[in-house]
């Protein structure tokens, strides 16, 4: 599905991504775990378009997506959920979903999506009327991924989704990109709390200095010296 293949980009002279090479398949949730300032953001960016590359390819099935403007990832079957959730404060929990079905195909299918997003999040139906603002951190992160799956992407990119949020709150999120990943979709997670991503996910990377320096399973990963060192701090 996803085949990013020798990505570099910079800001000005400054060069932020080195020749990243990654892969996310159907039904995988992938994670994407570094330091700060490791590039990892800058990585989501970039695949989603919102970053202009400045060399190498991001693929969505065989379409190259540096070709085309960033307001059209998202009909290639990308979707992102931002760091820091930025959700529209000012609107009801309902209304920022409605937003994430913008696109045509998800606009005609927006009702039986958004029972999916309440069946993963039953609270964001209990609070459908509420002002989006006034909801918990939790609730806010929540409502950001299901914003995202309005839109019906087969690729979830989500930037620390668990900052700042309370342990029980995490697993629920991830519990959630669960489910989605055994419906099919993709998702690729940058993750803080590498201990909590390395247990959810099934394969990762580590990026280090705009370089991914090692990748596979996550048993595997938690094993090398890189992430042991680097990451873990062990």
């Not at 996310?24 to 953001?41: H, Q, R, S, W």
């Not at 999506?113 to 209990?126: A, D, I, N």
């Not at 459908?128 to 409502?143: K, N, P, Y």
Request: contains cysteine.
């Amino acid at each position: 599905m996803l085949e990013v293949r020798g990505l570099q980009a910079r800001y000005g002279d400054a060069q932020a991504l080195w020749g990243v090479d990654l892969d996310v398949a159907d039904g995988e949730l992938v994670c994407l775990v570094g330091p700060n300032g490791a590039g990892k953001t800058t990585l989501v960016q970039t695949v989603a378009g919102l970053h202009r590359a400045a060399a190498g390819s991001v693929r969505m099935d065989g379409v190259e997506l540096t070709r085309i403007p960033g307001h059209r990832v998202c009909d290639h079957g990308v979707a992102t959920v931002p760091e820091g959730r930025r959700v529209f404060a000012n609107l009801t929990v309902r209304d920022n979903l409605l937003l994430g079905a913008y696109r045509r195909a998800a606009r005609r299918v927006y009702r039986s999506t958004e029972e999916e997003v309440y069946g993963l999040f039953p609270r964001l139906r209990e609070r459908a009327g509420q002002l989006a603002g006034s909801l918990s951190g939790g609730e806010q992160q929540m409502l950001a991924i299901g914003r995202g799956l309005m839109a019906k992407p087969r690729l979830l990119l989500l930037d620390e989704p668990s900052l700042g949020l309370a342990p029980v709150v995490v697993d629920e999120v991830f519990d959630a990109l669960a489910e989605v990943t055994s419906r099919g979709m993709g998702v690729l997670v940058v993750e803080q709390d590498v201990e909590r991503a390395l247990e959810a996910c099934s394969r990762g990377y580590l990026l280090l200095e705009g370089r991914i320096v090692t990748s596979g399973t996550t048993t595997d990963l938690r094993e090398t010296a890189e992430v042991r060192q680097r990451v873990l701090g062990l």
